[in-house]
């Protein structure tokens, strides 16, 4: 799998890049390895440039470097957003039995991995932390390529199940995420700032 044309194919035609996908054979490693742990790095990245070294943003802190404070934000946040997709592909493919749908946990993790495409590409805008919201785009055009998933069918969804399958994936990625923010900002007491995947 080419990453660059991945990428693009599923941000420009994720309808026709989702029936490609189907058919692939993909393990949950092959997934991750070239796909996620490349694309889940741009956030985290982006996020203490734009902290450390371009705002110059100062996290509060007990003792220690606010530098290595930042970093270890980074990580943290990075390794945490790979934990919540693998999380949601698991969960997406535990609920498919309640929606008619086939139980695979490698199209399931398709599911959850490429969704997250455009929120991780979008997590370049953390590089400036005042621009670092607009990266709410990029999960929001997440959900749509989500849906699409859904849709494809990926999962073997009967039509009339589709969009109750999708809303409850929905809310389990954000509670996910919601509490993914909640454990970083509380361990590294940052206030005000919410963490996007």
Known sequence: MNLVARVQAILLKPKEEWVKIKDEPTTIQQLFVPYAVILAAIPAVAQFLGWAVIGGFRIPYAGGSWMMRALLYAIFSYILSLVVVYALGFIINALAPNFGSTQSLPLAMKL?????????????????????????????????????????????TPKEKITGYFVVSLVVAIVLMFVIGIVLNAAFAVRGVVAFF
Do not use: K, R
């Not at 929120?119 to 999960?139: E, R, T």
């Open 112 to 156: 959850a991995v490429y969704s997250m495409t455009p929120a991780w590409i979008m997590g370049i805008f953390n590089l400036i932390p005042a621009l670092g919201a607009l990266s709410v785009l990029g999960s929001l055009y997440g959900l749509y390529i989500l849906y699409l998933g859904f849709a494809t069918p990926l999962m073997g």
